[in-house]
């Protein structure tokens, strides 16, 4: 929840970390305004509160738990391992675990596709191995939409997860920061992923990650049909996770987002996966808590394709509730999330 919502009294859903990793606050700790004031001084803006009605309505998940650990844990180790250890013969283990497991997410993915827009696709986790998670499957399903053939979508899968992989090797100072200009990330990518024996498809995600359709991006300056298909999708989802996640921080309304990036179509996108990204994954997902313009609080309970800004909102009465189809009520509108 944003903490600008959370009041004393809510119990913490789990550990409060930031982001060194130091404890903040312990799961099961009620809030209180004092926490609440400290947690803004710390620069928190989000805290994770038991709320059971969204937590229900949040059970249906994309991939389970169990294969989300894996894979979050899988490349937290590959990004904790040493350059020169990945350029071992030894380190394969850790890129054919990789392989592995985002083969197993798209098994799991694809049987789900009808109901998509449904299920719990996004975490909105802010760390680069959640991010890196995050637009694994959002360019999975991307890809499951638009029928790539088997091969693709498994260099796609591995390409998300590694788009971000120079970071982790881009030379630093002993401060912490880039000696070299923070963008050949794309670069130290490419060539590492090369070196481990990954194809040069995968490799070209890492490289392209970061181009644009009309040649603004970098770090080639590449235009339209010039950027690999693959490499347009993890674009698209990268810029997606990243701008969802500063709406979230910033409390920006989330149609603003997608109508930016709809406005962007052949600008900085592909209109044609762009239009496909937006058929499948979901601007509210199920379970937000919402705030509507009549000044009533739901949770987000259905979303429909064509109609990614009108879902079904449930809103509780005092002893029932009533669920209201926005599509259908067009003088009733969100105008604030509380929760993702």
């Keep these: 929840m944003r903490l600008d919502y959370a009041q004393s009294g809510m119990i913490l859903a789990k550990d409060l970390i930031d982001a060194s990793g130091n404890l903040l606050l312990e799961k099961g700790i009620a809030l209180t305004e004092s926490y609440i004031a400290r947690l803004k001084h710390f620069g928190i803006y989000a805290v994770p509160v038991e709320d059971s009605i969204a937590n229900e309505l949040k059970e249906c998940q994309a991939i389970s738990l169990k294969l989300r650990n894996e894979i979050t844990e ?97 030379p630093l100072t002993n401060a912490g920061k880039s000696i070299e200009d923070e963008r050949l990330h794309t670069l130290y990518g490419y060539n590492l992923l090369l070196s481990t024996n990954y194809n040069d498809t995968i490799a070209r995600i890492a490289a ?51 109508e930016q990036m709809m406005t962007a179509g052949n600008i900085l996108y592909d209109i044609y996966i762009l239009r496909a990204f937006f058929h499948t994954v979901a601007i509210y997902p199920i379970g937000a808590q919402v705030r509507l313009n009549t000044g009533e609080l739901g949770y987000i309970v259905k979303n429909r394709a064509h109609f990614p ?23 009733i509108m969100i105008t604030a999330v509380l929760e993702y």
């Excluded at 993915?109 to 909105?124: F, S």
């Excluded at 509780?316 to 009520?329: E, S, W």
């Design 208 to 258: 392209e990650h970061h181009e644009c359709y009309n040649g603004s991006g970098f770090p080639f300056g590449l235009e339209n049909k010039n950027i690999h298909p693959l490499s347009r999708i993890v674009a698209l989802s990268n810029d997606f996770d990243n701008a969802a996640t500063q709406a979230q921080s910033l409390g920006t309304p989330i149609n603003e987002l997608v």
């Design 309 to 331: 800004l009108r879902p079904t909102v449930r809103v509780f009465k005092t002893r029932d509730y009533v669920d209201i189809n926005l599509a259908h009520t067009t003088n």
């Design 74 to 170: 899988c490349f937290r180790t590959l990004l904790k391992t040493k350059t020169e250890d990945l350029l071992e013969q030894d380190s394969n283990k850790f890129f054919r675990e990789i392989t592995a497991v985002t083969n197993s997410i798209i098994e799991e993915i694809e049987p789900q596709m009808a109901n998509i827009m449904n299920v719990q696709v996004r975490q909105p986790e802010i760390d680069e191995v959640n991010h890196a998670v995050n637009v694994c499957l959002l360019s999975i399903i991307t890809g499951l939409y638009l029928k790539l053939p088997q091969q693709a979508l498994r260099n796609l899968a591995v390409g998300a997860l590694m788009h971000d992989i120079g970071k982790s090797v881009i």
